[in-house]
């Protein structure tokens, strides 16, 4: 079972897109903030995560970094309402696993993780 | 000693040397010939004069009195000689010479004889001629030749057109007629008469003016002249004749002299000081009307509208100097030319004036040369050699006077600050055909200078305002982009939200096990998912658009690439139909791009918004018509149908694109101020018609010729017509690389 994160402040991804990837047989995690996020995933070791870049209480490119120095193995998907440009930009350099911009269909993440965790076994 | 002799000694020296100043002005010239003459033959009938009123015998009187006719005789041929010659009267130089053999030959003898001075007059400023009973034929002829010589002139003045000539002419006429009368009262002593011969100071007078009229090419008004010289002569003769006299009477030679040390300190004061009064007495009138424009200047500043201030300029040219025609052309700096502002009276607007003149122009080139102002006829005698010396270039002063006709100018004043010529005043004929005088162009460049001032004034403020507007609307875009940003992040949540409520909508099992149970629902559930879905995604593409025509633009031109114009207005097109609130469906549409254009290197984002704007503008046209013609049903036009044409053509490597409306179209008024910021001609206080990103606000089509002019374009609009729509042409550059 995938050890799935998702952190956006968003209260419809708790409500919406937590019992979708769990009727798709993930172990969820959710957190609307930064700093909380980084304690789940610093404790389950998730095997991918949703990251929203805009938290209330951090930059989600902090968030980003800070995973990176706790577990490199996770994938790491980031969710923004940048477009192309300000992504290529900002968010690429950072190293994100993969990205889509809002509002995007769940079921293509949920395509992509599974694309993501099969090419890498 | 005798005093009254030295005025003649004067006399006699000063019209030598005003002849030699002529005759050295122009050595070749055949006036300046002949003034030679006439001024030596005077002189010397002066200076003999002064000899013989210092004589101490009747002898020796009688002696230097036939001297003097050495000169004499040659007066009225030589006037006759110089009234022929600046005239140019070649017929009549036969005559000339006939007149001088028969001075020669005929009356130089016989002045030498008794028959003609037959003695020796003596009155109380001391020996004078006395004459002969031949004395009278020589006086026929003096007087034949003066009255030749004065009909003479006097029909040129009547024929004469141009006011330079008419004034010189009228010069000579009035210096012969001092002439005549002064040297009428020198011959009445000859015969008895007890008047004193003070001819020496209208033969000095005459000569003086004549020597004026052929030297100088700007001649002041003759009054004035005249007063002048009048003055001068009263003047001088206070200063110098009553130390003399003082002396002579009282033999207090050494008081004379320190007074006249006091009074001729304090000469030249005197005179300023009377020739000051007698200007205002003698031109009260125009001392008025100077009045009057210096007054004027003084409120010009006050006027910060380049148009209201030009137009009152020229009004009051017109009401105060009664000039023919007056205009202003003022610098344009985009298209680097002079141009007609601002013109009286308008019956003088036929085609033929010229609406602008470049730098390459003679006319604009004599003006930078000159740096003051032009007078018309003075053209011709403008000294060339000076002007081909300063300049490397050559003025073609033919050509720059052909022009100055040509803009109907016969006085141009230029007003330069500092090195830039700003514009100049174009003034036609004065009233009467007068000419214009020293004072005239004096209170006109004062004029002129405030003029300038509130021009520069005024321009300023236009950039100001131009500055002002572009910071408002770099600000205005830096912040839109922001707020689209933070906006678009926002929406775009919601936007997400809906999108997995969809997908929950099919996803969530509960859900998917009633549709399963009620077929019946299931297609309206499925359409009611998918135009959910649709409009999220068309809700996701306007907002990202929103983000990237707000985002702050980056003009450098190296970051220019090539850009198919098609595409970019096929992108352009895809943007505007994007807007629900503007049903771009209902016109048509119409693009037509011919296939192998070349390509535009650009900024493609900016360019976008070139042609956005561009729609928007025209589709706005169009709902105004509509408007328009929903409440004046009389035009009966129920089946209007709005169109925009976007059509482009390459010449010389150069893309024309035409993007042509039906709409409202603009009046002349609206037309000339389209491009400049802040103007719309959009109802901005209904708001119904504000609805676009810019338009409306008066930015965009300043927007729109910013990006364009960035680009090495131009955008004009080529026709426009109250309710006939509009035309506008952008003219972009094909790109001449390719770009990396």
Sequence with gaps: ?121 | MNLYSIPNLIAGIFCFLLGLLVFLKNRKSSPNISFLIMATSTSIWQIGTFAVLLSKTPQMALLFCRITYWGAVFIPISTYHFAVSFLKKRDQKKFVTMFYLLGIFIFLPISQTDFFLYGINKYFWGYWFKAGFLQPLFLVFFAFLTTLSFVNLYISYKKCVTPLERLRIKFLLIALFIAYIGGSVDFLPDYGVTIYPFGYISLAMCLSLIAYAIVRYRLMDIKLAITRFGIFIVVYAFVLGLPFWLGYRYHLWQHSTWLMAVLATMGPFIYLRLEKRSKEVLYKAEFKRYETLRRFSKTLLLIKEVDQLSKLIVYRLIKTLKVSYAAIYLYNKETNSYVLRSFRPSVCSDNSKIKSLTKEDELIKLLFNRRRELILEELSNLPVAKIEKNENNYININHAQEQMREIGATLIIPHFLENELLGFLVLGDKENNAIYTEEDVSILSTLSNSAALAIENSLFLIDLKITQAQLFDTKRIAELGYMASAMGHEINNRLQAIYSVALDLVDNPAIYEYIKANPQAKDAFDKDIAFINENVEDATKIINELKSYARPQESQKQNFTNINLKEVIDKAVGIVKLQSIKAFNTISLEISIPEGISPISGNFIQLQQVFVNMLNNAYDAIAEKREFLLHHQEMNTPNFKGYIKITAKEVKRMLKIHIVDNGIGMTGEIKKRLFIPLYTSKATADRKTERTLMGGTGIGLYTIQTIVKGHDGNIEIANTERLKGAEFIITLPAAREKHK
């Design chain 1, 1 to 121: 079972m995938l050890k799935l994160l998702i952190i956006d402040d968003e209260e419809m991804m708790e409500r919406l897109a937590k019992p979708f990837f769990e009727r798709r047989s993930y172990q969820v995690f959710y957190s609307a903030k930064g700093e909380e996020g980084l304690q789940i995933f610093a404790k389950e070791k998730p095997d991918v995560v949703l990251l929203d870049l805009g938290l209330p209480d951090m930059d989600g490119k902090d968030v980003l970094k800070q995973m990176k120095d706790i577990w490199g193995k996770s994938k790491i998907i980031i969710l923004t309402g940048f477009n192309e440009e300000e992504i290529k930009t900002n968010i690429l350099p950072l190293g994100p696993d993969a990205y889509f911009t809002k509002p995007c269909k769940l079921h293509m993440v949920d395509e992509k993780i599974k694309e993501m965790i099969t090419g890498n076994q």
